[in-house]
């Protein structure tokens, strides 16, 4: 008679326990799954929303022909929202709205090219494009009708403030608001930094010309991005570094020359720009680096002899506020244009 081994019994005890276990197991997931399926519909929706304001945030760096020059641009946000323009100034490029432009984006559309000779944008030689301030806004108002906007808020910064006014001034009826940060359009703003351009405004000979090439040295650079912030250890070097970086291409020094000369010729619009301030009145933020010897405090304080509708604040920063203070400019500007705006 063959008997059966003596751990059997043992061995089917912990079979049983075994299934047991699955059972129990498969209970506690069939409850677990019940819930999640509960669940799910708001769930899902919390998951939607995220991702569709993540996409709404990405930012792409594209490229367009206008007018035979290829310019670069950065966009963010649904077309079908509010447009706002981006103007940059000397002598970066629209990176300086790198972070800007992703909390813009959640409910505006946001663009912000880059001028010829700056940025990613091509740079002709001079021979063969004018480099002025006129020139410029026809780039960018040749931009924005080729991405097919027809209204838009407009941040102006430094060269933006020439640049934005020009197409104000073609079509005022096209501006819903401006956003100004450190861009003048008044003569109290040019003080003793200008002197030397004003010099060369006046005589435009080689001495003057020369005299102004310390501005493009990577020393002048930095000192742009530090002079005046509260904290120095706030500002990323990979902003002078890069814009130097383009400065240095063979032939951008002499193309920046000619826009400093070029800037005379915003000084005698700035009449003309005022009355239309005065006429149209579109509702204006200002966001400024009171420190900024470049523009300072004293060319903000006349925008409200001329804008009636104008929220002003100046920030104890320099040149570029957007460096040390773009959460605070962000949040001061989503809240203006969002009361300003229709979104409709």
């Known amino acids: 008679m063959i008997e059966a081994p003596t751990n059997f019994y043992s061995r089917s005890i912990d079979t049983a326990a075994l299934l047991g276990s699955i059972l129990i197991n498969a209970v506690i997931l069939a409850g677990m799954f019940a819930i999640i399926t509960t669940l799910a519909p708001g769930a899902q929706a919390a998951a939607t929303e995220a991702a569709a304001t993540e996409s709404l945030a990405t930012v792409y760096h594209r490229k367009i022909d206008i007018k035979g020059v290829e310019i670069a ?153 530090t002079h005046g912030v509260g904290n120095v250890e706030k500002i990323s070097p990979d902003t002078w570094h890069t814009d130097q970086y383009l400065l240095d291409r063979p032939g951008n020094k002499e193309i920046q020359l000619d826009m400093f000369l070029s800037y005379a010729t915003n000084v005698t619009e700035y009449p003309g720009w005022q009355k239309l301030f005065r006429e149209h009145q579109p509702p204006a933020l200002i966001v400024w680096g009171q420190n900024d010897p470049i523009f300072p405090a004293e060319g903000a304080h006349p925008y409200k002899r001329d804008l009636q509708h104008l929220e002003f604040h100046l920030l104890d920063t320099g040149h570029f506020a957007l460096e040390e203070y773009g959460d605070l400019i962000a949040a001061e500007m989503l809240d203006f244009l969002d009361r300003e705006i229709s979104r409709n």
């Open 73 to 225: 641009y950065r966009e963010a946000g649904d077309q079908a929202n509010p447009t706002v323009l981006l103007l940059h100034g000397f002598p970066t490029s629209s990176q300086m709205f790198r972070n800007l432009i992703p909390e813009l984006a959640t409910r505006y559309h946001v663009l912000a090219p880059d001028y010829p000779g700056y940025g990613a944008s091509e740079m002709p030689a001079r021979e063969e494009f004018e480099y002025s301030f006129a020139n410029f806004a026809n780039i960018v108002e040749g931009f924005v009708e080729a991405k097919g906007v027809s209204s838009y808020a407009l941040y102006l910064m430094d060269y933006g403030a020439p640049v934005g006014y020009r197409l104000f001034a073609n079509n005022p009826e096209r501006v819903t608001a401006f956003v100004i940060q450190n861009g003048n359009a008044y003569e109290e703003g040019l003080l003793e930094f200008w002197d030397p351009i004003k010099a060369y405004w006046a005589e435009q000979n080689e001495a003057n010309r020369d005299a102004l090439r310390g501005l493009l040295t990577i020393d002048a650079t930095k000192w742009q991005y």
